[in-house]
């Protein structure tokens, strides 16, 4: 059965202080693992897409990598704005991870 | 350019009763999703459609039907809503030979079931 699993749920940093959210998976056939962003009362956002292991994307302070079975969204140096709710998915659209929640505060 | 467009946004029902949620996106996408997002759950999918005329479950589809008469309308209907189906529901749609294309979001619909 696929699987998506994302740690941790929660996260809070103060602001500048950097970590890693981690999307851990095992889905037959995977093409693609994409990130999104989700702010409150709003739909989720897409961020990146992975495709292959050892590929990198970055955006801003964000930077999404992958292995055969995980992904990592570093942030590094964050402010209070990339707070919010980050969620990763394969490619089929099937499963979502359940997100990690990421508060910065300032 | 709207993107993708819910209505309604907010909805209140008793138990029993029906309705129908609209989506509506004008990027001229062939993939179209239901998913339903309760506090814990993260997104689950209800079910999608691959093309105008073709609807697919997803994993949780009980208590919903969808129609897709036209390609950038995809209706999901509950014909006798529960207390369970209190959530927020997002549409979200993705280009032709994007399988693995990234996902276009509405806002939300926030449905209460009393």
């Known amino acids: 059965e696929d699987q998506v699993t994302q740690s941790p749920e929660a996260l809070r940093l103060q602001e500048g202080e950097s970590s890693s959210l981690n999307c851990s998976y095992t889905?037959?056939?995977?093409?693609?693992l994409f990130w999104y962003r989700q702010d409150p009362g709003k739909g989720p956002e897409f961020l990146f897409t992975?495709?292959?292991a050892g590929e990198e994307k970055e955006k801003e302070r964000l930077k999404a990598t992958l292995t055969k079975k995980e992904s990592f969204l570093h942030i590094t140096a964050p402010k209070p704005e990339d707070s919010a709710t980050y969620l990763c998915?394969?490619?089929?659209?099937?499963?979502f991870g359940k997100g990690t929640r990421l508060h910065i505060l300032p | 350019n709207a993107g993708v467009t819910q209505t309604p946004k907010f909805r209140v029902l008793k138990t029993g009763q029906s309705m129908t949620l609209l989506c509506a996106q004008d990027?001229?996408?062939?993939?179209m999703y239901w998913y339903r997002q309760d506090p814990g759950m993260g997104l689950r999918l209800i079910h999608y459609?691959?093309?105008?005329?073709?609807?697919a479950k997803g994993e949780v589809p009980d208590g919903y039907n969808v129609s897709r008469l036209k390609k950038q309308n995809f209706l999901l209907g509950l014909e006798s809503a529960a207390p369970s189906q209190t959530s927020v529901y997002f549409c979200?749609?993705?280009?032709?030979?994007?399988?693995?294309?990234?996902?276009?979001f509405g806002e939300g619909s926030r449905l209460t079931v009393l």
């Open positions: 979200a749609s993705t280009e032709g030979q994007g399988y693995t294309g990234e996902l276009f």
């Open positions: 889905v037959s056939g995977l093409r693609g």
């Open positions: 992975l495709y292959s």
């Open positions: 998915a394969p490619g089929d659209k099937i499963i």
């Open positions: 990027m001229n996408h062939e993939y």
């Open positions: 459609s691959v093309g105008e005329g073709t609807t």
